[in-house]
T-cell receptor, first 111, second 111 residues
Framework: QKEVEQDPGPLSVPEGAIVSLNCTYSNSAFQYFMWYRQYSRKGPELLMYTYSSGNKEDGRFTAQVDKSSKYISLFIRDSQPSDSATYLC???????????FGAGTILRVKS | NAGVTQTPKFRILKIGQSMTLQCTQDMNHNYMYWYRQDPGMGLKLIYYSVGAGITDKGEVPNGYNVSRSTTEDFPLRLELAAPSQTSVYFCASLDRSYEQYFGPGTRLTVT
């Protein structure tokens, strides 16, 4: 079993839809959770960062962590064609030195 | 700050040739990483370093070597290139709040 599971998609939605991207994990030591966005032919860039359980909102993006279920989500409201990218979840325990990444979900937002 | 820079952007190698992928960061981060990314396979860690003079293997180190003589530079060496090493290679560094910064990537084709 992989430490982090993420559905690779692709996920195709119409413009304006609410998108839900998810990851599950097995290591209860993970405390820091991130979402990276990767456009085609570019390096990943940090989109959202949360510590422990709870929600964090930034504009149209909301990151949610449920440590009891070992489940994290990224919600995108009013999705735009410019949101079309691969979204990777990542996590690390305290004092860790390596992020553990999900496989990435390909998102396509159609206008 | 330039962040993480990588050279070259593209390279075609013949089977059996060798090359060095260059990576430099100007953020004074101790932790640096090399990943490879194959289509639909997410990021796989090749090697990482927690500081100058210290390196360690990741998930897929075979066929690669690294060195870390300075904080800024973390070159990746491919010896005896094989078609299985055709991939996109990303260098990254990690700051103290666990944010990982990626370079723009090197697209390598081995034929």
């Amino acid at each position: 079993q992989k430490e982090v599971e993420q559905d690779p998609g692709p996920l195709s939605v119409p413009e304006g839809a609410i998108v839900s991207l998810n990851c599950t994990y097995s290591n209860s030591a993970f405390q820091y959770f991130m979402w990276y966005r990767q456009y085609s032919r570019k390096g990943p860039e940090l989109l959202m960062y949360t510590y422990s359980s709870g929600n964090k909102e930034d504009g149209r993006f909301t990151a949610q962590v449920d440590k009891s279920s070992k489940y994290i989500s990224l919600f995108i409201r009013d999705s735009q064609p410019s949101d079309s990218a691969t979204y990777l979840c990542a996590m690390i325990p305290p004092y860790g030195n390596k992020l553990v990444f999900g496989a990435g979900t390909i998102l396509r937002v159609k206008s | 700050n330039a962040g993480v820079t990588q050279t070259p952007k593209f390279r075609i190698l013949k089977i059996g040739q060798s090359m060095t992928l260059q990576c430099t960061q100007d953020m004074n981060h101790n932790y640096m990483y090399w990943y490879r990314q194959d289509p639909g396979m997410g990021l796989k860690l090749i090697y990482y370093s927690v500081g100058a003079g210290i390196t360690d293997k990741g998930e897929v180190p075979n066929g690669y070597n690294v060195s870390r003589s300075t904080t800024e530079d973390f070159p990746l060496r491919l010896e005896l290139a094989a078609p299985s090493q055709t991939s996109v290679y990303f260098c990254a560094s990690l700051d103290r709040s666990y944010e990982q910064y990626f370079g723009p990537g090197t697209r390598l084709t081995v034929t």
